[in-house]
């Protein structure tokens, strides 16, 4: 099956919008620090944003988590009506985001034919889940997804391309952002790919070798929710052409030098930390860290407790310090080792890397409309 990612209709706010307060960090970043949604939603004020069709994980047990549900659905019908946006016709967007280590990474976003994808153990579709999918996050996502009229990606697909045939050979055209991205998470340009150069680029998508030409780097659960939602539409009688058969997505290359894996780190709050430094001492380390997950589950059962994933080191040890806590920090994934593991093994546990700190995570920037 070819043709899995192609060019979509895409949205964006019209020109003049101030991009620094439209742009927005990945949902599940920040997850245990509000105060940094805090500060950004104070400095968007009143200005079209991407922070209010999402809601931060920071809030998903906020006592006015329905309340914030019901404002994204009500900001989407808002915005669509309002003249927010402007539609990008039938393109990609070639993104070059320099980052805040000033290495530039570069992508296509496109929209993805969840009917190639099936995050499910031991898939052999041409798109693969890389993480373990934990089916009790999945609700939250589905609900939130039914309810939308738009999505926002911050999922991001991984090609094996040595050759660079795909980014390497593309032809962007027109500018359409071009911008610095808020408290330090970097720039950000996006340029058009239509007509005969999408055609090109689509081409050599489909030129690429192997059973799995696709592979998750960000955004598992996101994806698996939107092949949930499809799923469910399709078995109510929707039409196969329906918009809510593809996810937006960004596709990246692998093999180029500015995709770096980093590791989630363990955080438990709430809990007997000498205790849990004591367990660590006793034990084999590597075991540790293959098991890190069970570990903390186990601890957290005869102790008490409760666990966050936090992506960047400073952050894991300065949470980890503090009274009632404690992180158990993880080494890097080999990049490499990718696309050889899904294939010979199938998924890693969940949560076993991250690409790039929480500010290089893919900022919420383009939409696209999820119903008929």
Request: glycine share 8%.
């Amino acid at each position: 099956m070819r043709d899995i990612f192609t060019p979509a209709d895409i949205l964006l706010p019209k020109r003049g919008t101030d991009m620094t307060k439209w742009a927005a960090v990945a949902c599940d970043q920040f997850s245990a620090q509000p105060e940094y949604w805090e500060a950004f939603d104070a400095y968007v004020g009143e200005a079209p944003s991407a922070l209010r069709l999402m809601l931060p994980e920071a809030y998903l047990n906020a006592p006015d988590v329905e309340a914030r549900k019901s404002a994204m659905t009500e900001a989407m019908k808002d915005y669509l009506v309002g003249g927010v946006f402007e539609k990008i016709p039938d393109s990609y967007i070639f993104v070059e985001r320099t980052l805040p280590n000033g290495k530039i990474r570069r992508g296509l976003v496109g929209k993805l034919d969840l009917e190639a994808y099936d995050w499910t153990p031991g898939s052999q579709s041409p798109v693969r889940s890389t993480e373990a999918t934990v089916p009790e996050r999945l609700p939250t996502r589905v609900e939130l997804r039914r309810a939308a009229m738009l999505e926002m990606p911050h999922i991001v697909l991984f090609i094996d391309d040595e050759a660079d045939t795909v980014l390497g050979g593309a032809e962007p055209g027109e500018t359409l952002y071009d911008f610095d991205l808020y408290q330090g998470g970097g720039h950000v340009r996006g340029r058009r790919i239509t007509g005969v150069a999408a055609e090109k680029t689509l081409a050599a998508l489909n030129a690429l070798p192997g059973p799995m030409v696709f592979a998750m780097g960000d955004g598992n659960h996101s994806l698996a929710a939107a092949k949930n939602r499809w799923e469910e539409l399709k078995a109510a009688g929707a039409p196969m052409d329906h918009p809510a058969r593809y996810a937006l997505a960004e596709a990246e290359n692998l093999q180029d030098a500015a995709v770096e894996f980093y590791p989630i780190h363990r955080v438990l709050f709430d809990t007997d930390e000498g205790g849990f430094v004591r367990a660590l001492s006793g034990e084999d380390t590597g075991k540790l860290v293959s098991e890190a997950d069970a570990l903390c589950r186990e601890y957290i059962q005869e102790h008490g407790g409760r666990v966050d994933y936090i992506h960047g080191e400073d952050e894991a040890r300065s949470m980890g310090a503090k009274p009632g806590c404690a992180a158990l920090l993880l080494p890097p994934l080999p990049k490499a080792e990718l696309f050889p593991h899904i294939l010979k093994y199938g998924n890693y546990p969940k949560k076993s890397f991250s690409v790039g700190h929480s500010l290089d995570k893919r900022w919420y920037l383009e939409c696209r409309r999820i119903t008929e």
